[in-house]
């Protein structure tokens, strides 16, 4: 089968396209046919990780090692990038109840990537679910990943209807999805992101919008019931000025400092600190997959990219320039008996 496939870590050059051979599947297993998948976070980060110092990575240094050994010390372990998919199911194992084949899905395999090709294997108790008839391939290869985790997020904390919240990096997969479910939880929004993302964060449904490239949030008078930092970055003296007096700072990143933190703020009556990792689950991805048919979530799509054009996607989504989420396409299996 056609995957992109990368051998060294680096720069987006080392994306290239290969013949490999096609998975096959175990008993518990689905095997997709992939119509979509997309440059995230993960993928950016796993292709160049060889220069993601411990000081660079923006969790904790034990997470740091795990994730140089999982994903190979020198070389790329897995070959095949791409964590988020959709597609339609082409094969099912012996024991497989859930799926069967031409079930169109959509999901999220996490660190074990491999999407970016034909086909792609995972359990069918994964992070796997029926696509949103509404949702087309493209949209639903890009929005499993941040939708999950937001979900994972949010569900750690109490949102009231008329609660002030903010989203730090609101532009990106997560916080995207963190500022709709903020408001289907009657929330007031402030999403904070660059110049050229905002238009997008508001139509997303942010009641506000700042640009981080010419404002501290921190500074702005207005206190918030709960901030969820995304990329860990600004101040934590600085964002706990900006909370409520009962107020939560909800990290998606976390280094020592921000566990040190937690556990001071534990049993605190007042300002609470919370930092955990949130699990990428079926049962998330259902909920979420509701919430998307009742048009209740939605994805900000920017550009589609062939596969084979990984690379020039992969430098796209590092730009700066990007407006929204960046996906790859596969073409559709030729119907069958077809040359
Ligand atoms: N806790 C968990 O279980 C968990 C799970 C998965 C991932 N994570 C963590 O989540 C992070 C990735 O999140 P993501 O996938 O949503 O990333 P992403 O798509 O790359 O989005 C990053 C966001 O941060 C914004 N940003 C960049 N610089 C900023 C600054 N100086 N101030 C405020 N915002 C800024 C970006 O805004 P612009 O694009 O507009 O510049 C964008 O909105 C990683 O650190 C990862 O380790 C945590």
Redesign the pocket.
């Known amino acids: 089968m056609k995957a992109v496939v990368y051998t060294e870590y680096g720069t987006p050059d080392v994306l290239h396209t290969a013949e490999i051979e096609k998975p096959a599947v175990k008993e518990n297993e689905i095997l997709v046919r992939v119509r979509a998948t997309s440059v995230?976070?993960?993928d950016l980060m796993a292709r160049n990780f060889k220069a993601v110092t411990p000081s660079r990575f923006?969790?904790i240094g034990m997470l740091w090692l795990a994730a140089r050994v999982m994903m190979g010390w020198n070389r790329p372990r897995a070959q095949v990038l791409g964590s988020e998919f959709s597609g339609v199911v082409a094969e099912v194992g012996a024991q497989v109840t859930k799926f069967k084949p031409g079930d169109a899905v959509f999901g999220y395999v996490g660190s074990t990537f491999g999407a970016y090709a034909e086909f792609l294997c995972l359990p069918e108790n994964g992070a796997v679910a029926l696509k949103p008839d509404h949702l087309s391939f493209e949209e639903a290869a890009a929005i499993p990943?941040?939708a999950i985790?937001a979900y994972?997020?949010l569900k750690l904390v109490e949102i009231q209807p008329g609660d002030q919240v903010l989203i730090?990096?609101?532009?990106?997969?997560?916080?995207?999805a963190a500022v709709q479910l903020a408001k289907l939880r009657g929330a007031v929004v402030t999403g904070?992101?660059?110049t050229?993302?905002m238009e997008a964060v508001r139509a997303l449904g942010a009641d506000h919008v700042v640009d981080?490239t010419r404002e501290d949030f921190t500074q702005r008078g207005q206190r918030y019931d709960l901030i969820l930092d995304?990329?860990?970055?600004?101040s934590p003296a600085k964002f706990r000025g900006a909370l409520t007096p009962k107020g939560v700072l909800l990290?998606?990143?976390?280094k020592q400092r921000e566990l040190l933190e937690m556990l001071r703020t534990r049993r605190s009556s007042g300002q609470r600190v919370i930092?955990?990792?949130?699990p990428e689950n079926q049962e998330t991805l259902n909920a979420v997959r509701d919430l998307i048919a009742a048009g209740k979530l939605k994805v900000g799509l920017d550009r589609r990219f062939t596969l084979e054009q990984a690379a020039e996607a992969h430098r796209y989504a590092e730009s700066?320039q990007?407006k929204g989420a960046v996906v790859l396409t596969l073409p559709q299996a030729a119907p069958s008996g077809a040359a």
């Open positions: 995230n976070f993960g923006n969790m990943y941040g985790m994972n997020l730090n990096g609101a532009s990106g997969a997560i916080g995207s904070v992101c660059s050229g993302r981080y995304i990329l860990r970055k600004g990290y998606a990143s976390f930092c955990k990792l949130v700066g990007k």
